[in-house]
């Protein structure tokens, strides 16, 4: 590790508990230079070209449910799984999180699979962002024009498209195997 390297996440902003409130506080979040080129290299893309996020924390019990909503969006270049040129895409999604001390006894408020631990006195907010971003990514970015019957993969090999798989499973259903299995009575 170099003395460049920050420990930590590479796009953080904490939020102290006791400075959100009664009432609903909102947050705009923007990541630099600096953080989207660590998130690039921690999630292996090309490039994070913009992040952003609105946010919404509020409190459903006092210190003890907390309420994270709202939307990020970004613009990344992953590579292609094929022919690994760059791939651009668009990716945001909503965020929807609720952080619980003890889901259990806060089952009135939240459903206790659903809670996320709450630990400690403050919540960092980009590392959500940041985590729901790796989240969104296409995990088999391709180009568009790629066209997968064109791929070469050797002897005996073959990609396994939608449209085989499909054929594939109508073919070896294993509940139809399972049926004739079945006693007749």
Known sequence: MTAHEKLGPEFSIVVAFDDIGEEPREFDLSAGD?????????FGLVSIAS???????????PNNVLSVKGRF???????CVVTLDPVAADV???????????????????????????DGEMIDIGE?????L???LDPYPRRHDVD????????????????????SVEKNNPFE??????PKL
């Open 92 to 118: 945001g999604d909503e965020i929807d999180v609720v952080f619980a001390r003890d889901a259990a006894e806060s089952a009135d408020l939240v459903d206790p699979n659903d809670a996320e631990p709450l």
């Open 73 to 79: 969006s970004g613009q990344v270049t992953q590579s």
């Open 51 to 61: 992040l952003e996020a609105k946010l919404v924390l509020v409190w459903l019990k």
């Open 134 to 136: 790796s989240l969104s």
């Open 128 to 132: 959500l962002v940041a985590e729901e």
């Open 177 to 182: 195997l399972l049926a004739g299995l079945k």
């Open 34 to 42: 600096d953080e989207r080129s660590g998130l690039a290299k921690r």
């Open 148 to 167: 997968p019957a064109a791929i070469d993969l050797g002897p005996g090999a073959r990609l396994m498209t939608e449209e085989v798989a499909e054929k």
